[in-house]
């Protein structure tokens, strides 16, 4: 969080992942590009109902056959999108937000800042009771007890990026592809092999 002050936390959560997606390529001699588009649930222990994302891809690439024997590369560039459900609430333990002391003076850099003094009454006495329960902890008081129930709106800083990858076929069984995200504030790495059992049916 950067506003109304810098303040950083790590939390981690435990979930599930489920979701479906669709896949579309077409090719013109060398050349060929393809168009992807997931969508993606996931719940968690700290959050009430489930975050949708939906990532969406194109790539335009080349093959390139290396020998008789199956060989080949396929370099290929693209861009992909990202957006994430922009509203989350769910219910945190204090200290899975805090699980080190905050800086001496936190508390009251926060109630000196206009985003504070400009909360209307019921808002401010919510912010209070979390920045009692953050004294507390500074002051080596027990906040066991204490959870805090959020609701907040987010979304992804850019949520476009380019990605750039290759897939070597060493021969007409074996493929290892590996493909890298970058721009703006998200990298990303993805390597995979897979094996082709090439059963035949007579």
């Known amino acids: 969080?950067?506003?109304?002050?810098?303040?950083?936390?790590?939390?981690?959560?435990?979930?599930?992942?489920?979701?479906?997606?669709?896949?579309?390529?077409?090719?013109?001699?060398?050349?060929?590009?393809?168009?992807?588009?997931?969508?993606?649930?996931?719940?968690?222990?700290?959050?009430?109902?489930?975050?949708?994302?939906?990532?969406?891809?194109?790539r335009f690439g080349l093959l390139k056959w290396l020998k008789k024997n199956g060989k080949a590369i396929q370099p290929w560039i693209g861009t992909q999108f990202q957006q994430f459900e922009s509203k989350t609430d769910g219910t945190i333990r204090f200290d899975e937000v805090f699980p080190e002391v905050p800086d001496p003076g936190f508390t009251d850099e926060v109630r000196g800042t206009d985003w504070y003094m400009d909360l209307p009454p019921p808002q401010k006495s919510i912010v209070d009771d979390i920045l009692d329960a953050i004294d507390d902890k500074t002051s080596g008081i027990g906040t066991e007890g204490h959870s805090i129930t959020y609701r907040m709106n987010k979304s992804t800083t850019k949520p476009w990026n380019m990605v750039v990858g290759m897939n070597y076929q060493h021969n007409f069984h074996w493929n290892f592809r590996g493909e890298f995200g970058f721009l703006g504030t998200r990298n990303?790495?993805?390597a995979s092999a897979s094996y082709r059992f090439g059963f035949k049916i007579k």
């Open 188 to 190: 990303s790495f993805m």
């Open 1 to 58: 969080m950067v506003e109304p002050v810098a303040l950083e936390t790590n939390t981690t959560a435990d979930g599930t992942t489920y979701g479906f997606g669709l896949v579309g390529a077409f090719g013109l001699g060398p050349g060929w590009m393809s168009v992807d588009w997931n969508n993606t649930w996931t719940e968690t222990n700290l959050t009430n109902d489930p975050v949708r994302a939906t990532i969406m891809g194109l």
